[in-house]
Every structure is written in C-alpha cells, then in structure tokens.
C-alpha cells in the first residue's frame, strides 16, 4: 500500500505539475501570437487587404483540404509546397527582380556581384524591419513590395484555377485542375498566404528572431537558426542521455527482482465467464475495424501514387472525382477511426469482466446505438469532405458540415461533435462496469487507474472545440496538438498500458501487484514528457523562444522510456509459453510484441531524430516526418488495435483457431511492408530533401524542379513494392477476421465459455 501510495503522489504532482506548464505557456501563445493586422496598405496608401481579408482565406484555403494540399508553416501534406515558405521566397524573387528593373533597368540575373549585393542588403533590411504599427492596427509595407506581393499572388490565382499554363504544376503537386473556382476565393487565399510569409519574414522586434522563430530557412533574408534554438537542441540531447543512464540505473537497482511472476492457471482464467449479450455483440465492432483498415490501406496506396502520377492512377484521371487532398483526407481519418474503433472494442470488452462477468442493465443496447452512431458520423464525415473539397458545397457550411482543414482533425464540426458525444457515450457504458466494481472491497489501485485513462480518454477530445472557424492558426495548432499529441499519444498510450496490464493480470500472467506497480509508473512516465513534450509540435508555429525550450525539455524526456521497449518486446514474447492455452492466444500476443518494437523504432528513434529544434529547422514538413507518422501511428497505435480486435476475436468467438498461414502471412508482411516503406522510400527521400532545405532553403526541398528530378521520382516509384507487400499483410490480417466472425461459426459461438474450455 505504502509503495501505491508514493506512486500515486508521484502520479498527481507529475500531471499538477505538467499541465500547469501547459497551461501557463499555452496563455504564452495566446498572447504572443503573430498579429493580423486591421489593415495592411501601401507606402502610397492603397489598402491591399484587411483582417478580414486574411481570415476570409483562410476560411478559403481551409474548404479545399487546408493541410491536406501542401502545408503551413511546415504542418500538412508533403507533395505541395510550403505555401508559407513557397510564398515567401516567391515575393523575395520578385522584389529583387523589380527592383533591378526600377534600379538598373536590367534582369537581376544579369547585374554584377556589387549591385546584387546592395540589393540583396535591402531586401533583407526591408523585409526582416517590422512596420506593423499595435496602436493604428495597420501594416505599411512599401509600393515595391505591394507589387512583388501582386506579382507572387497572379501566380497563385492561375495555380489555383484552371491556367493551362501552369497544369504541369498543378500535377507535379498532385492538384486537381481548377482546385478552387472562385476568383474571389483565390484572392482571399492569397491574402492568407501572404501573412503566413509575412509572419516568417518579419522581427518580432529589432533585432530578435522572426514571429517563426526564422522559420523556414530562407538565404535571401538570412533566416538561419536562432542561437537559442541550437542552444536547446544541445539541451534536449544532454537531457535524453541523461534520462536514460538514469532510467537504466533506476531499472537496474531499484526493480524489485524477488517478486516473480505467477504460475500460469491451468485454464484461460477469461474463459471461466459467461459471454455477456454486450460481448456478443462486438463482433461488427471487429468488422468495422478491418473494414476501414482495409479502406485506409487503399486509400493509402492511391494517395502515394499521386506522388509519381499527380492526377492520375496508372494513367486513369483519378483527380476529376477523388482528389488527392480528398483521399489523403480519408487516409488519415479512416486510421483514426479503426485505431480508436478498436480500443472502444477492448474497452467494451473488458467493462461486463470488470463487473463480475455481467452486464449492467442495457448495456448492449448502448453497445448498438454507439455503433450506429459510429457509422453515422464516419459516413457523414466522409460526405461531408468530398462535397467541401469539390467546391459544391456553401462556404458558410463548410467548416460545420464539410472540412475544417486540419490535419488530423479534418472532419466537420458538427460530425466533430457526433464524435465527441460518441466518446461520452462510450465513457458512459465503460464507467456502468467500472464504478459498481470499485465500490465492492479490495484493493483497487489498478482499476481506478484505468478508470482515470477511459475519463480521459471520453473527456479530452473535447479540447478541440476551443478553436473555432476564424481562430488564429496559432492558437488553432495549441489546441490541435492536444487531441493530436496529448489525447491520442499522451492518454490512449495510458490506457493501453493499464488495459494490457489489467488483461495479463485477468489472464493470471502477472500478480496484480505487478500490474498495478508497472501500470502507475508506465503512467507517470509517459505524461511527464508527453504533456508538456506537445510544444514540440510548435517551435515555428508563431511561438516564442520559452514555448521552444518547454518543447525540447520536456519532449526529450518522451524518448526515454521508449528505450526499454525491446525488453517489454521480450516478455511478451516469452509470456506465450507460460501455458498451452496461451497457444490459442499468440497472435494477440505477437501482435503487442511489435507495438513495442515500433514504439522502440518509429516512436523513439525515428520522432527523437525530427524532435530538437535545429533538426525539424530544416526538415518539418519533409518526407522524414511521414517516415516518423507511419511508424509511429501504424507501429504503435495500428498494431496495438489489431491486437485489440485479435483478442477479442478470439474470446468472443471461443472455438475459433487462428489459421497459422494467414496469420504469419499478415503479420510478417505488415511489418516487412512498414519496414521497406520507410528504408527504401521515405527515409531515403526525407534525407535528400533535408541536403536541400540545409543548403538551399525549405522552398527547394519542396519545389517542383527538386521533388520532381529522375532518382527521386524512382525513389518514390520504389515505395510500390513496399506498399504491396503491406496490403497483402493487411488483407490477410482483414481475411482472418471476418472468417472468424462467419455466421456459419455463429452455432458454435453461442456455446458458452466455459463449455468451450472443457
């Protein structure tokens, strides 16, 4: 008891403690925010754009994908420019080049080192000076650089229409012909853009770093790292090696090595209850999970081809009705679905074992109607963004019903609400079980641990509900990346810890003491780094220096026990031989056994390498970020629910035996797909492009003339082979399934339990 105690105080001061930081600099965001101006007008006095203008392009560019074509300030897809970093270098061109003309009446190309020099020194001077005044509200920029910001905006109207000058473009960025038709729209678009740039361009004061923190690295203006920045990088690095000499000391000396685990029960202990209705009924969870998981994959594979054939699949004009924008859309949201569908479904699972082996009264009923509702917000959010994207629905409805635009958070509001009440719903059912057990005597340290991370887990999503359709990006990524970061990485990884532990502890693999004691201190580890570790996300999203340091403390500190992983790999691996049954349960277990290696690999080396600051300087918003997402969401959260739903699969379908063939098929060649995805494709690519935006500048890293060159065109072409050898695993994996719940073995799964086990 005494050693709970000092771990729960552990847990309670970690969590004060780290949400007050998030709390305190999250209002450091909101008050240091890049302004938008009330006006911004010429030297001569033209107003070229108004508040309202900007935020009315942004309501623009969020109707056509938003992050899901090209990305803002690094964050959102990787095929499209940067437009902040793509706008900015195209504006610093074009003043350069108007005012050699005005000047010298010459093409700057063609002027002497001398006189490009003293160009070059004005055009830095000029726009790095800050001229935006707080108490007028208006930025005055000069008649030069209204014309250059004019010259980059015509560019930008033909990329967005249907100029057929510019449909090789369109195409090497995997744009649909006549992205947005609107005119005017494509005028507020640029608007937005242009602040975007203006932000990345311009001092916050005289001499400090730029409102990005010098972000994107721009030559011409000597955007470079900060010196604070390659200082906390520096930091972040001593602070990860230090975090795990320490870890490694504390688990080599203080782990209690004279508790061994239990003998294994002669019996699966989890096939002494009774299926409940509720259980019973799970099977169409497990369904809707390998159905969407299989949709995503697809989804996936077509989405990568985009990056070869821009507009077509294998010369087939795919743009016309499924834009690129639309299927990485779905890409990313079906992940998000089947990923959480199948925590729901262990949740479920495990609520009726937690109160004794029955059901709460209605239980199953609130089981259907949560999947209804399910199906309802995954079919109206999906019909929502293909009407947004192609442009046919009204723009006031396109952020309540169509598509907010961000990353990860791209369904409309209204079925964003649908989710969210789904979540509670789901609360509600999982809490039904749960408070009637803690009620009954005993010790329950590990219960209402778990209690605590499904409170969460139905709870946090609704952080996305602080931003609305105007709010300013910045304050919008505070509070994306807390259902991003902190909801799915910071709170579904508490759950799944305490869900495992609960389950082996069921199983009668592990003593509930070591359940409870691993559980407690798996959670203090994680939020530690995890909560205040979310401004990782933000160094360069109009974020001030301490915003940078918090990030890089503390997101080093994530890192750290990651690195055990391997070793928590081994005793899953080696908790399959603790008794024959465990045989018909191996799968599952295999499954757990790659969560933690890809929690090792994707989650560990891959986000440590993109994580210090002088690291994503340059490659945020690279192809080495989608090398970190894939292993990092599939390795980990996608492997953990497929052994979810495998788990459940098995007990709810008692006399069903894995076919070994599809099996070893599924889960060797998801992991062997994942791997060759990365080694041959994104890695390699991410790293050219790195050579590029270290040298040259993001804009290069992402441009047409460089992501379109012969080796890595090849290169992208290459990733084929990979994604094929990951659908045929992710077809096997979905084949099994859904021959596990055929209705001809429905006969045999009435037979209770117990039965089954004799």
């Known amino acids: 008891m005494a050693n709970y105690r000092r771990l729960w105080t552990i847990l309670i001061i970690v969590l004060a403690v780290s949400f007050a930081v998030l709390g305190y600099f999250g209002r450091e965001v909101y008050r240091t925010a890049p302004p938008i101006p009330g006006q911004v007008v010429s030297a001569s006095g033209n107003l070229l754009t108004t508040k309202d203008g900007i935020l009315d392009g942004q309501t623009a560019w969020q109707s056509v994908g938003g992050m899901q074509l090209g990305s803002i300030y690094g964050h959102g897809a990787y095929q499209a420019p ?5 706008w900015l270098h195209r504006e610093l061109v074009a003043w350069l080049e108007l005012a050699s003309m005005n000047e010298y009446g010459e093409h700057y190309a063609e002027l002497n080192e001398d006189r490009q020099a003293v160009l070059n020194h004005r055009l830095k001077k000029e726009y790095r000076t800050n001229t935006y005044n707080l108490d007028t509200d208006v930025l005055v920029i000069s008649d030069l650089r209204a014309a250059a910001m004019a010259k980059t905006a015509e560019y930008y109207h033909s990329l967005f229409g249907d100029d057929p000058e510019y449909r090789n473009s369109r195409e090497s960025f995997a744009m649909k012909e006549n992205t947005m038709p609107s005119a005017k729209r494509r005028t507020d678009l640029t608007n937005f853009f242009f602040w975007t740039a203006w932000t990345a361009g311009t001092e916050r004061a005289t001499g400090e770093a730029t409102y990005t923190n010098n972000w994107p690295p721009e030559p011409l203006i000597d955007n470079k790292p900060t010196a604070e920045n390659v200082v906390w990088s520096l930091i972040s690095i001593i602070l990860l090696v230090a975090g795990i000499g320490g870890f490694i000391w504390a688990w080599a000396f203080l782990r209690n090595e004279d508790e061994k685990a239990p003998a294994a029960p002669i019996q699966d202990p989890l096939t002494t209850f009774k299926l409940t209705p509720s259980q019973k009924s799970l099977g169409k969870y497990l369904f809707l999970v390998v159905a969407l998981f299989t949709f995503q994959i697809m989804l996936g594979g077509a989405t990568a081809h985009y990056t070869v054939e821009g507009q077509h699949f294998y010369g087939f004009e795919l743009s016309k009705w499924f834009p690129y924008s639309l299927l990485r859309t779905w890409h990313l949201q079906s992940a998000l679905f089947w990923i959480a569908t199948g925590f729901l479904a262990a949740g479920l ?10 059901d709460p009264k209605f239980q199953k009923l609130g089981v259907d109607i949560l999947f209804w509702a399910l199906i309802a917000v995954v079919v109206g959010s999906f019909a929502g963004n293909y009407l947004a994207i192609a442009q046919v629905m009204p723009e006031s409805w396109n952020f ?10 791209d369904l409309g509001r209204a079925w964003q609400i ?8 789901w609360l509600v059912l999982m809490l039904r079980g749960m408070v009637p057990a803690l009620r009954q005597p005993g010790e329950k340290h590990m219960l209402l641990l778990l209690t605590a991370s499904v409170i969460a887990i139905g709870l946090f999503y609704g952080a996305g509900f602080f931003y609305g359709e105007r709010t ?6 505070y509070w994306r990346w807390w259902i991003v970061h902190l909801w799915v990485e910071g709170f579904f990884e508490v759950f799944a810890a305490v869900a495992l532990a609960f389950i082996f502890y069921n199983m009668g693999l592990v003593s509930k003491r070591m359940a409870t004691v ?9 939020l530690i780094g995890g909560v205040p570790g979310t401004f990782h996300h933000m160094y360069f999203s109009g974020t001030t220096t301490p915003v940078m340091a918090v990030g890089a403390t503390f997101s080093a500190l994530e890192v750290v026990p990651l ?9 899953n691996w080696s908790l399959k031989k603790s008794a024959p049954w465990m045989e018909k349960v191996k799968w599952p277990l295999m499954f757990f056994v790659a969560v933690a290696f890809w929690n090792m690999l994707g989650a560990g080396v891959l986000g440590f390498m993109i994580n210090p600051p002088i690291a994503l300087y340059y490659i945020q918003g690279l192809n080495t970020t989608a090398a970190h997402a894939h292993a990092a969401l599939f390795g980990v959260y996608g492997f953990l629910a497929l052994g979810f739903t495998l788990m459940v699969l098995r007990y709810i379908r008692p006399n069903m035996v894995f076919n070994e063939t599809l099996m070893k098929t599924g889960f060797w060649w998801l992991n062997a797909g994942l791997v060759l995805m990365l080694t041959t494709s994104l890695l390699p690519v991410g790293f050219i492009q790195f050579v590029a935006s270290a040298s040259e500048g993001l804009w290069y890293a992402r441009s047409e003339s460089f992501m379109q060159q012969g080796f890595l065109q090849t290169l992208r072409w290459v990733r084929t082979f990979g994604d094929i050898v990951f659908i045929v695993g992710a077809l096997a994996v979905t084949w099994q399934v859904v021959i596990g719940l055929w209705p001809r073995r429905k006969q045999s799964s009435s037979i209770d339990m117990g039965l089954a086990a004799k």
């Open 400 to 409: 309540w019903w169509g598509h907010q635009g961000y990353e990860y958070v």
């Open 472 to 477: 300013h990006i910045s304050v919008m990524e």
């Open 518 to 526: 691993a559980s407690l201190a798996s959670a203090s580890l994680f």
């Open 418 to 425: 649908g989710k969210f009440i789904g979540l509670v719903l």
């Open 349 to 358: 699972f495990l609520a009726p074992i937690i109160n004794g082996g029955k």
């Open 82 to 86: 940067d437009w902040t970093a793509d």
């Open 563 to 571: 690195v055990v992983m391997g070793y928590e790999a081994w005793e």
